[in-house]
C-alpha cells in the first residue's frame, strides 16, 4: 500500500501566522490527494480535494498544491477556529486508501 | 443536509463479532460508494473498506481481508459492516463515509458520520 508521511507531527503557531504542513507519498500520486481538519471528538472535514480544489464551503485562507510525490497544505492566516489536526489521504488507483499520520496544529 | 448515521458497536470479547449499520439520508445513497473508515485512540484514521454504488464492487485494507464484509442495501439506505474474528487492534471509533462523487468507488469522503465505538477487549 502507498504510504503517506507527514511533516511536521506537530506544530504551535499564533493566531495570523502562516502554516505549511507537508504530506509526502511512498509513490507517485498524481494529484489525487485530499486534505482533512479533524478537531477532538469530531469526525474529519474534508477541506481540499485533487491536491488543490478547496471544497464547498471551506475559507480560502486554506490552499493545497503539489503532485506526484510531495505535497503541501497552507493556512495563509491562522484563524482561531484552525487549530486542529490535519490529514492528507491518497486516491491513486483502486483502493487501499492511506492517511497520513497527521499534523496537529497547536496555539503558540 | 446529508446525514450518516452508525449504530451497532460496543464491547466484545477478542475472536468475538459483531455488525455495524449505517444509514444514509438526504442525498440519493444508491448512486454513491460508502466507505468504512476507523481511528484508533489516539491515531490518524484508517481506510477499513469500501462498496461500489451498486454493491458489485468492494475492497478492504489487509488488516481486515477475510475478516470483515461490508454489504449495503439501497432499499434501505443502508450499509454494513460485518466484523468477525474481532481482534484487540480492531478496536476503535468507526466511522461510516461518503464518496464525493458518484461513478467513483472509495476516492475521498466529504461526509462523515459521528462514529460508534467499537472495543475488543476480554
Known amino acids: 500500500a502507498i504510504r503517506m508521511t507527514q511533516s511536521p507531527s506537530s506544530l504551535s503557531a499564533s493566531t495570523g501566522d502562516r502554516v505549511t504542513i507537508t504530506c509526502r507519498a511512498s509513490?507517485?500520486?498524481?494529484?489525487?490527494l485530499a486534505w482533512y481538519q479533524q478537531k477532538p471528538g469530531k469526525a474529519p472535514k474534508l477541506l481540499i480535494y485533487?491536491?488543490?480544489i478547496l471544497q464547498s464551503g471551506v475559507p480560502s485562507r486554506f490552499s493545497g498544491s503539489g503532485s506526484g510525490t510531495d505535497f503541501t497544505l497552507t493556512i495563509s492566516y491562522l484563524q482561531s477556529e484552525d487549530f486542529a489536526t490535519y490529514y492528507c489521504q491518497q486516491y491513486y488507483g483502486n483502493p487501499p486508501r492511506t492517511f497520513g499520520q497527521g499534523t496537529k496544529v497547536e496555539i503558540k | 443536509e446529508v446525514h450518516l448515521l452508525e449504530s451497532g458497536g460496543g464491547l466484545v470479547q477478542p475472536g468475538g463479532s459483531l455488525r455495524l449499520s449505517c444509514v444514509g439520508s438526504e442525498f440519493t445513497f444508491s448512486t454513491y460508494a460508502m466507505s468504512w473508515v476507523r481511528q484508533a485512540p489516539g491515531k490518524g484514521p484508517e481506510w477499513v473498506s469500501v462498496?461500489?454504488?451498486?454493491?458489485?464492487?468492494?475492497y478492504y485494507a489487509d488488516s481486515v481481508k477475510g475478516r470483515f464484509t461490508i454489504s449495503r442495501d439501497n432499499s434501505r439506505n443502508m450499509v454494513y459492516l460485518q466484523m468477525n474474528s474481532l481482534r484487540a487492534e480492531d478496536t476503535a471509533i468507526y466511522y461510516c463515509a461518503k464518496d464525493h462523487a458518484t461513478v467513483v468507488t472509495g476516492y475521498y469522503f466529504d461526509y462523515w458520520g459521528q462514529g460508534t465505538v467499537v472495543t475488543v477487549s476480554s
Open positions: 485533487a491536491a488543490s
Open positions: 509513490q507517485g500520486v498524481s494529484n489525487y
Open positions: 462498496i461500489s454504488y451498486n454493491g458489485g464492487t468492494t
